[in-house]
Each structure stands twice: as structure tokens, then as C-alpha cells.
């Protein structure tokens, strides 16, 4: 005769219990996000110009002087072209700078 509101009032108070927090149960403070140990996250700034610099400096290209500054169909794009694969296959890379 009692046990229907006494598992009503049990699930009440372990719905209660597992909405609560870990800190107001354990008393410690688990790190859950990025950054919580040490107060905050940390962003370092990239290199000025890194976007132009990149390039020339892994690669060897000069802005202006690579396959992308022409259309498909001009000649000098094929050319660029196949010297820059040709330097990919030194590095290792395929003609689109992926990993053999």
C-alpha cells in the first residue's frame, strides 16, 4: 500500500541528486573544459604575414609565380605546374601536397 509513493519519492530525490553538480557532491573540482586549470585559454598571435610568408617559406613559391596565378588555359600554367609537382615528389608529397 506504501510502496507506490515511496518509489515516487525515490525517484524524486535521485532525479534531484544526479541534476546536482559534481562539486557540491565530491567537494573537488574535476577540469571539464579547455583552459580550467590554469585560468583561461591561452592564444598565441601567428606570424605577421604568415599567409603570404608560408609559402615561400616551406615551399620555395613566390606569389605570382606559381600555377595558381595563371587560368588553365594558358600554357604557363602547365608549365608552373609541373615544375611545382616536380618539387612536391622531393618533398614526398603528391601534386597536391598530400603524403605519398
Known amino acids: ?5 515511496i518509489i515516487i519519492l ?6 534531484a541528486c544526479s541534476s546536482v553538480p559534481s562539486e557540491v557532491l565530491t567537494g573537488s573540482y574535476d577540469c571539464g573544459h579547455i583552459g580550467c586549470a590554469d585560468g583561461g585559454l591561452r592564444v598565441y598571435p601567428n606570424e605577421e604575414f ?16 606559381t600555377s595558381s596565378a595563371y587560368s588553365k ?3 604557363k600554367y602547365h608549365e608552373l605546374k609541373a615544375k611545382e609537382c616536380a618539387h612536391l615528389l622531393t618533398l614526398e608529397l603528391d601534386c597536391n601536397g ?3
Open 73 to 75: 588555359s594558358d600554357p
Open 1 to 5: 500500500m506504501y510502496k507506490a509513493p
Open 50 to 65: 604568415a599567409a603570404s610568408v608560408q609559402p615561400r617559406k616551406w615551399y620555395g613559391w613566390e606569389w605570382g609565380e
Open 10 to 15: 525515490s525517484a524524486i530525490v535521485l532525479q
Open 98 to 100: 598530400r603524403p605519398l
